[in-house]
């Protein structure tokens, strides 16, 4: 952990007011933590040990822990659900992770240990824990031995897997699916589409699914634009998801080891345009009753004309309402099936994902078809807008 618990209560305060509701953590890592100069990772900020012996993890070092019941309780007070990686094994199962010392440490004593945190934390209802973590592991018992630990105290939590880049849960834990109860994408950009597609298309594993990580805000080192940050968010809820997990480069590494060359304060990155405005799907969402949304991206019968990979539609069922969302307005109108909403009528009206901050196009009988087109920038300059249409008198 490589922020003090100040920092902690900062970070959490910009997040909550930003309306997320869940943030990602590692429990230990030798890589990322430390952050004061004097503490090197696995040490944190304050320079304790999360185990005397790396190597055996039954010489748990109280005060390193007390420091994660701290997140825990201040997630909790903010009703935030913290996704905890129990043992990140890094990549490639190199040494930026956990994944030698696991080995070292065998199966039972894994076990033992997933048992211990959730006896520790059993009081927190606000937990799903995330195995692996960029790895795909030689040893899959190594990784399951920390779940089966966690499940022999209690069930009430979910799990997910977060494996090496672009690959599924349903290829490299074919065998072995149950206990994975909810499905965390981790994938690239250019694959975001059809991931999600197949997520949610899949009868094998668990149905619920959500972007757990892909491209990160930063201006400074890799140009990633503002809309195409938002488009992966947008893109996994319209695509049946149940969210999806932000990032930016400096804010992750708080004042601890970073591997890119931004010098930008990370209390000065949280106020990133991507990362304060994602706060305007939610409200849009929350405004609907979005669990009646039908993904739209296998039958495009609803937007009919106009698909691109950056464009995502979904139509609630019973034809109440629908959502669209595009990237890039320049790609040229797109076709709805106006007879597909509930009607009489359909109100049409677009919705700036920079503002949130509504723009009428008009009112329109719910039958035969129609284009929709727009002409020009959102109020940041951006070039993604949403468009909703509502069934009307």
Wanted: aromatic content about 14%; proline content about 5%.
């Amino acid at each position: 952990m490589s922020a003090p618990q100040a920092d902690v209560i900062t970070y959490l305060n910009n997040r909550k007011a930003k309306g997320f509701n869940a943030f990602t953590f590692l429990t230990t890592t030798p890589a990322y933590a430390g952050g004061n100069g004097n503490a090197p990772g696995p040490n944190n900020w304050y320079g304790n040990p999360p185990f005397t012996n790396l190597d055996d993890w039954s010489t748990t070092v109280e005060a390193y822990w007390q420091q994660i019941d701290f997140i825990l309780a201040q997630a909790k007070s903010r009703d935030m659900l913290a996704m905890i990686f129990p043992a990140y094994e890094g990549y490639g199962q190199g040494v930026d992770g956990m994944y030698g010392h696991m080995s070292s440490n065998g199966t039972a004593k894994l076990q033992a240990h997933g048992a211990w945190l959730a006896n520790r934390w059993l009081a927190y209802d606000n937990i799903l824990w995330v195995h692996g973590g960029d790895n795909d592991p030689a040893n899959p018992a190594l990784t399951k031995a920390l779940v089966t630990g966690i499940n022999s105290v209690s069930t009430k939590w979910l799990h997910a897997w977060h494996g090496a880049r672009n690959t599924s849960i349903y290829s490299f834990w074919a065998n072995d699916l149950s206990w994975m109860t909810f499905n965390s994408l981790y994938d690239n950009d250019a694959d975001s589409f059809s991931t999600a597609q197949n997520a949610y298309n899949n009868s094998a594993g668990p149905k619920p699914f959500a972007r757990i990580e892909d491209v990160y805000e930063n201006p400074v080192v890799g140009g990633v634009s503002t809309a195409a940050i938002r488009r992966l968010a947008w893109g996994s809820a319209l695509q049946g998801g149940t969210g999806a997990i932000y990032g930016d480069v400096r804010v992750w590494a708080f004042q601890g080891p970073t591997l890119v060359g931004d010098s930008t304060p990370w209390a000065t990155a949280l106020e990133r345009p991507a990362g304060s405005t994602v706060k305007y799907l939610k409200q849009l969402y929350e405004s609907k009753n979005w669990p009646l949304l039908v993904p739209d991206s296998t039958t495009r019968s609803f937007m009919t004309s106009g698909w691109v990979g950056d464009r995502f539609a979904s139509l609630a069922s019973g034809g109440s309402f629908g959502i669209i969302y595009m990237q890039d307005y320049r790609e040229g109108s797109l076709t709805v099936a106006m007879s597909k909403l509930s009607g009489p009528n359909v109100l049409v009206r677009w919705y700036d994902p920079s503002t949130g901050a509504f723009t009428t196009d008009g009112t329109y009988p719910a039958s035969g078809s129609r284009n929709f087109s727009r002409s020009g920038p959102n109020a940041s300059g951006d070039n993604d807008w949403a468009l909703l249409l509502e069934s009307t008198s």
